[in-house]
């Protein structure tokens, strides 16, 4: 269970040199802490402050991906040894009352739809009383969680952070929120764990590239497992499975392509037609709704050459 | 909501000839109903009889294929054109008693991990009370739904139903329960629907091919729409999205793989490791359990070169 009045041990501002933008197993840790310590980290938002509450479309065109991800730390775990798992538990994320949804600029080559949309979008979301305001009196339930969380890899070299890896990184997991878990394989001596790009919400699939990107404290509890094995991440958590934490009505568009990807593709795009028909949203207000809250689902995966994702959103965010 | 006092219009039998193993649009309809007619089918279990509750092993390494599925229909919907769309409203489901979940013979190729499952296995479920028993006191609430919902495909031809396509079929959305509704867009006139493969429950993913198959009627209300037009399946759905319908502790496993395919191939694995390393099962149990009740989640499907996708299993299931 979540303890947020846990003691917190370290605090570790994002301030450089405190801030890296790339895996590296040779960057020096900025702390070191032992297993059981409990740490709080503030993140910067995904792009290093290159967007803030008042960002615009132009602020999105200009963007530098190389300042992408602005992650903190590492730091590392005393006594950490490759083959070695470490266990996070994530006590508390607080926000600080804004984030931000992009569609991004065509060049990025960003989002799963970036082909059918290449003209940047934003919308900028207040954040208060646990609901994250869209347009039109839609709201979207606050459920923050850090979308990179990792550390560092075996291999030498120096990684773009976009893409996960087995270490963890840019998993964006959305059900790693206050009380959960996630077990990493440590790959290197002192582990050298490091976390950023906190989202206030977003869709299983992330399908924009963006979820509610937001600047956040995060507090973690660290416990070092030696005699533990693992060859990928492992989770424990409550959720929410729903936006709204309880089943409730949903609409779903269903794509049955012979890719999986194509499949959410399908569905996405399905989807964003239903909204723009049925709820008199633009296509981009679409895109970006979806990528903030709709869940895409593998139905079924297992019945070549077909398979089947469909594409899932809560009606509930939508005003009476 | 659903309606399961609905007045019924037409009963059909899952006898000869109202039973079909192929979708293919020159199929007589067994029985021609009015947009707004509430039908309840009869259906086989997907194997069209040849697993009974006392089925084993030997029984499992029999199957023809050739009789896989058992869809009772085809219904004519009186004025459907091709371009219109049959909204199906799913009103209640009558299991009886039981259902299986196959580890299915190696040479069929069927079920996520076939080439590390080879050797058929089969779990029998006794159905009662609201849950499905499997062993060691774990219990699957009952979550029943039917696994092919289709009409008939434009193309001429005799298509088998093992492959899900636009016009529906096997597509084992596991939230069709009661009180949802599918919209399919018609590729024929009279529409010419089908119906079985019913599931008493399944994990989003359905990761060996099979769901807790079981024999089961379903009464559905019709209604045709002439003035809509839909490319793919849409739903509209109360869930349950989680097995019990409230958010509580899950695990999971995470794949990181450049393909979503081997991702979710690598979550299940991960998870059925975890099965039974640490709630003892054994391998083939573990994976009936996860075709059974694990769902499948895309966390995010935009940062190449690599996609996440999760295996998830509610903790509740097991006994305390």
Redesign the interface.
Known sequence: MPDSQASVDHQVPDEDPNVHHAWDNTLEPILTVKSGDVVRFDCRDATGGQLGPDATVTDVSAIDPELVHALTGPIAIEGAEPGDVLTVEILELEHEGWGYTIVPPGPLK???LFEAFDKPAIHVWEIEDGVCHFVDGIEVPLAPFPGVVGVAPAENGVFDT?????TGG??????LTAGSTISLPIAVENALFSIGDCHAAQG??????TGIEAPMSVTCRFELEPDRT?????????????PT????????????ES???DA?E??TC?LID?LVDEYDLTREQAYILCSAIA????????????????A?LSTSIFPE
């Open positions: 960003l989002g799963l976009l893409s996960p890896r087995a840019n998993v964006d997991i959305k059900h299983d699939g992330e399908v924009s590239g693992i060859e990928r991440p492992h989770l424990e958590t409550d959720g929410p499975f729903t934490g309880r089943d409730e009505r949903m609409i779903a568009v269903t794509g049955v890719d999986l990807y959410a399908a569905a399905g239903r869940d895409l689902k593998i139905n079924q995966v297992v019945h070549a050459p077909n398979s089947v994702v469909s899932y």
